[in-house]
């Protein structure tokens, strides 16, 4: 039998927010059904997903759901290294 620890980040925080405050760092790779799903898994803390505006005439648009922007800046670079 596994024993699983309950994170309580996970459970009782928000950690998608719904618009992106400034401090935030975004990222120039784009969201993916699975790039979303590693971060929820992997990654610790706030983010939200942003479309850039000089992205919005771009093909790329449609194909993806848009870029992450992370508080942490680490998770940010992260981010990066795994899914560019």
Known sequence: MTDYQIDPLTWFSERELQHTPKHFV??????????????????????SVTILDDAINDFLVFHSMGNPAFEDPKEAIFYELTWS
């Open 26 to 47: 975004v990222s120039k790779t784009p969201l993916t059904v699975d790039s979303k799903t590693w971060i929820l898994n992997k990654l610790k803390g706030r983010f």
